[in-house]
């Protein structure tokens, strides 16, 4: 598996197939649980058919965490492949507010994390991802 990272903008539109969202609340790591799996992931998901990959981050930031008030900001593009097959995606920092009721849909479980717990759902790609959110932070700061 390998792990390219570009700057945003550079990936067609219509590759992006994921958005993920490196998200905060407090200075906290927000992850959630997926109801039928038992690790932690960052939250994101699939870009809806004729949906802009930044509507995308919004809608599955709310959908999986419940957040109402946050800020977003697209922090680059990037693409997994494993084999032969490469999928594309978007990838987010947000700073959450304020948070409403989680909708009751995929998600069990949200919670806050200092850092990037053991049990992750895909634990080869989230590490990079946050890593590469860290760096923005830092470049920032």
């Known amino acids: ?29 927000v992850l959630v649980k997926h109801k039928q799996r038992n690790t932690w992931e960052i939250p994101g998901g699939h870009r809806e058919p004729d949906e802009h990959i930044n509507m995308t981050a919004k809608r599955e930031l709310y959908e999986e965490t419940g957040a109402k008030k946050f800020d977003m900001k697209a922090i680059c593009d990037y693409a997994v492949t494993i084999g032969n097959e490469t999928s594309f995606g978007r990838l987010f920092y947000s700073d959450i507010q304020a948070f409403g009721q989680l ?25 990079h991802l946050l890593q590469k959110v860290l760096q923005f932070k830092k470049e920032r700061a």
């Open 103 to 127: 909708p009751d849909l995929e998600i069990e479980i949200v919670r806050m994390f200092d850092e990037l717990p053991n049990a992750l759902t895909y634990p080869e790609i989230q590490p």
């Open 1 to 29: 598996m390998k792990i390219y990272f570009y700057d945003t903008g550079a990936v067609e539109h219509e590759r992006l197939k994921f958005a993920v969202i490196c998200a905060s609340y407090e200075n906290r790591w």
